[in-house]
């Protein structure tokens, strides 16, 4: 027998063998751990997952590169090195200046400031100022407002616990292990220790040991488990914990979320104790790859950012049209180029509606506001007119239709009549139950009632427990009773309790358990998972009463009494809050990761239609054209996984719907990130949170209602601003190149059309407080660029007719006809467009008659009146040379309030016949 020192037997291992052949082994790894591009990784490590589950324990550890007892510290720190840090990806706040730089970067804000910078080149003070004044009031108006949303929405980052219980392998054991290879000797290695571990500091390979509170670090197989029960709510969207073991019942599932020998990071132990291997860390794992694929996607364009392009790059197109048209007839008939291109600038700039920003911005800052008041967060003001587009909302079931908590729904004897004696002995079962008292056991209890009627420790003191165990699935206790005998009440799964009874009570009767009657309890049990509901059988009997101590022997004869069925049951705000969106013209659909049998239960309680629900694995069978056409027609989504969640919401906005999404798990991120408004709560994981763009303070759908019919508000208020000024706009274009072609002046000058488009724009400040009529937030309500254009070529040239009249009027009756007189016709051109221009916000903010049947808020109407007096005090008052203008005569005015009485006429004229051809937006 050879002898040698532990420290020789190191150096020979050491230097004969290196760490290289069992550092090697870790390669390995690069199979569970390397997952492709990020948008491909939640479906690669589902596959990597799935292996892990389904191989031998030995074979998986050996591929790890692991022992039973755990690895080494050099393993561990060679294995970090390599696969890094066991944290997650979270989306890095953006810089002050990178925010302002997206606030800034519309096709409009850039337009404007190319405007301000050729006004200041040629020498236009005033223009440059003036446009550079809207540019930098809509950046930082939208720059503060969502520096302030996003700060109140911020939250601590926890998403795991601090520590883990982890098992080290002392390195001489693995010293010892190698020198037992090469000779005869016989060596007793310490035993592995159990150390705490930062969870950070997790590698695949790594050993943990789980214990009831536990969140669980990382993805792991589980290797032994007693009793373990885990939640996976936020990553399922079930209720109810689920039991883990270490070896799977479902080798079969393509879904590693529904394999019991898996468990994943941001879940946590409810009960029970486990030993198991991690397999996946950080970005590696399930959660990691969730929150890596949402960090690092990009938003494709919403429904709202979309539709605003679309008006911007319509408007910019006309005027590209336009202002050269202008430059080029002013140049021809005029001989003067250089006042020629001042005026083209001019028209280019009174057609840019460089109020559009700030409208936006502003109407969306009040939307945000008054959301505020309802408990809503918005950390995108995008999002809020996407509350008002929105025409499908998407939503998880547990917590957002249900209360999120497990409650008592039927208690009753074995023919499914309703029983008191039934809820008692359930009642005296969970009292006197000494171990972790499960959610079942809370809904029991909360029937304080019971407790005030029986008086347990008065009437019926408890006498012995038989704990609960995973093998028999029921546990009993022993109670006194008050005719002075004992009785044994116990309490489990429907097949180990019937597996002990022998008969069966119905009322004062009892009757014995036979083959007829067995078929008829599982099919009224049968009936009530079909329902969704967990059901828990109780039976009894009674015992003499000379006993104290009982055993699991004695768990037999029992009598069958009925049994105590529980749900997560709806809120009773669902329902009607589902009617309210209903209304609105909002479909609900429901994807849950939840089993089918209780989503079909709550979907029915609150009126949704659940003939036809589709599973997960029917979505992942579908190609994208068959999944388009299943969304339509089917309401309820069961048993999904995140990637279908997210699939499914991309084949509602390919099929042109604006989708809300509303969800507060891990599992609801992607498809929050994908949808045009991402929906979630204050007490949603972080991941979900920074997906969403709206964030609950109550996780209610009544709130929903409220932030639907706001977003329609603000996005009628935006679309009075920009048809008002497209058609308002066009006009005054049409009329420029009437009066240029025909005029032997400039009919307006460049000074005159930046004041006037200047003093327009301040009137139109107070749209976002302006009223909105009741039948304009009555359905979902779109951007269409197509219907912008027709409204402003059908209204523009209405208001030209009026500039025309005015025209002939200053010709014809003031006699101004030549250029040493052309600021007399100046200036009336001037009050007159101004005037009708300034009147077009409350011909075009209804189709009703305004002022009569909607009328228009009161700081609207104070703005335009105070607008339409200064434009007619410019010309008559002290200002008027310096603006280049000249007082009109008195004559003037009653021919300007017959031109304007006949333009709203004309208006209103018009206004009933588009709503009745095209209809009214």
Known sequence: MVSLSLQALFDRFVLSRGFGRHFRRLIVLDALSTTGGSREMPVALSKTLLEAAQAPADTLLERLGTHPHGLTEPQADAQRERVGLNEIEQDK?????????????????????????????????????????????????????????????????????????????????????????????????????????????????????????????????????????????????????????????????????????????????????????????????????????????????????????????????????????????????????????????????????????????????????????????????????????????????????????????????????????????????????????????????????????????????????????????????????????????????????????????????????????????????????????????????????????????????????????????????????????????????????????????????????TRHILLGSQVEAMDDASLGEAVETHTVFARLTPAQKERIVRRLKANAHVVGFMGDGINDAPALRTADIGISVDTAVDIAKEAADIILLEKSLMVLEEGVIEGRKTFANMLKYIKMTASSNFGNVFSVLVASAFIPFLPMLPMHLLVQNLLYDFSQTAIPFDRVDDELVRDPQRWNPSDIGRFMLFFGPVSSVFDIVTFWVMWHVFGAQSAEQQTLFQSGWFVEGLMTQTLVVHMIRTQKIPFIQSRPGAGLLVATGLIMALGIFLPMGPLADYFKLQALPWTYFPILVAVLAGYMGLTQLMKGYYARRFGWQ
């Open 93 to 609: 706040p953006l810089t002050w200046w990178a925010h302002l730089w997206r606030c800034y970067k519309t096709p409009f804000d850039i337009l404007l400031t190319l405007l301000a910078s050729v006004s200041y080149l040629t020498g236009d003070m005033k223009a440059t100022l003036v446009i550079g004044a809207m540019v930098v009031l809509s950046v930082l108006i939208r720059f503060w407002q969502e520096g302030k949303s996003s700060r109140a929405a911020d939250k601590l980052k926890a998403m795991v616990g601090n520590t883990a219980t982890v098992v080290r392998r002392d390195l001489a054991e693995e010293v010892l292990d190698e020198a037992q290879r090469y000779f005869t000797v016989k060596l007793h290695p310490k035993p592995p220790r159990q150390i705490e571990l930062p969870v950070k500091l997790l590698v695949p390979g790594d050993l943990i040991k789980l214990s009831a509170g536990d969140m669980i670090p990382a993805d792991c197989r589980v290797l032994a488990a007693k009793d373990l029960f885990v939640s996976q709510a936020a990553m399922t969207g079930e209720s109810l914990p689920v039991e883990k073991f270490a070896q799977s019942k479902s080798p079969q599932t393509n879904n590693p979320l529904e394999m019991e020998n898996l468990v994943f990071m941001g879940t946590n132990v409810v009960s029970g104790s486990a030993t198991a291997v991690v397999v996946g860390t950080g970005p590696n794992s399930y959660f990691g790859a969730l929150a890596r694929q949402v960090g690092q996607s990009d938003r494709s364009p919403t429904q709202f950012q979309a539709g605003v392009n679309k008006v911007a790059w319509l408007l910019i197109r006309f005027m590209f049209v336009m202002a050269p048209l202008v430059f080029f007839i002013n140049g021809f008939t005029k001989a003067d180029w250089g006042e020629a291109f001042l005026f083209a600038m001019s028209v280019a700039v009174g057609l840019t509606p460089e109020m559009l920003p700030m409208i936006v911005t502003s109407t969306l800052a009040k939307g945000a506001v008054v959301l505020s008041r309802q408990k809503v967060i918005v950390k995108r003001l995008d999002a809020i007119q996407n509350f008002g587009a929105m025409d499908v909302l998407c939503t998880d079931k547990t917590g957002t239709l249900t209360q999120d908590k497990i409650v008592l729904a039927h208690h009753m004897d074995v023919w499914g009549e309703d029983s008191e004696a039934v809820l008692q002995a359930a009642y005296l079962n969970s009292f006197y139950q000494t171990g972790l008292k499960n959610l079942l056991d809370v809904a029991v209890l909360e029937h304080a009632e019971v407790d005030l009627a029986l008086q347990p420790a008065a009437n019926f003191p408890k006498v012995d427990e038989i704990p609960f165990d995973f093998q028999r699935r029921r546990m009993s206790v022993v109670t006194a009773t008050p005719a002075g005998g004992h009785r044994l009440i116990c309490k489990g799964a429907v097949e180990e309790i019937l597996s002990v009874c022998t008969q069966v009570s119905h009322g004062e009767m009892t009757q014995a358990l036979d083959a007829e009657l067995l078929t008829r309890i599982r099919s009224v049990t049968a009936g009530l998972n079909e329902d969704g509901l967990r059901v828990v059988a109780v039976a009894a009997k009674e015992v003499p009463p000379e006993r104290e101590a009982y055993s699991v022997a004695d768990e037999s004869g029992l009598t069958l009494i009925g049994y105590v069925a529980f749900l997560d049951p709806p809120k009773e705000s669902t329902q009607p809050a589902l009617k309210a969106l209903a209304e609105h013209g909002v479909a609900v659909k429901v994807l849950t990761g939840d089993n089918e049998l209780v989503t079909a239960k709550i979907c029915r309680q609150v009126g949704l239609d």
